[in-house]
Nanobody
Framework: VQLVESGGGLVQPGESQRLSCAAS????????MGWYRQAPGKQRELVAL???????TVVDSVKGRSTISRDNAESTVYLQMNSRKPEDTAVYYC?????????WGQGAQVTVSS
């Protein structure tokens, strides 16, 4: 199983950014997918989830400027984040979960700085 994140990097405050996570080795449509992040010195925290049926959850800290979506045909989950803030700086991890299985990507560094 592989979850490969892309789209990270350096962005300026206020800019938009889209993270992608391409999955392989799983029946993608059967998995709930999510994005977590871990800032330096802090615990990993949930950012957004999307169920296999397409229901989404976005945490309050990014609600209103973040959208999670999935493309089952491409086995890819996306995280669109607008109006980036310096406090969004973190390593962003892709997550896949089914009934008895869970997998993590290796993470993508996002730095929000001018």
């Amino acid at each position: 199983v592989q979850l490969v994140e892309s789209g990270g990097g350096l962005v300026q405050p206020g800019e938009s950014q889209r993270l992608s996570c391409a999955a392989s080795g799983i029946i993608f449509s059967m998995y709930a997918m999510g994005w977590y992040r871990q800032a330096p010195g802090k615990q990993r925290e949930l950012v957004a989830l999307i169920t296999s049926g397409g229901r989404t959850t976005v945490v309050d800290s990014v609600k209103g400027r973040s959208t999670i979506s999935r493309d089952n045909a491409e086995s890819t989950v996306y995280l669109q984040m607008n109006s980036r803030k310096p406090e969004d700086t973190a390593v962003y991890y892709c997550y896949a979960a089914a009934t008895s299985e869970a997998y993590w990507g290796q993470g993508a560094q996002v730095t929000v700085s001018s």
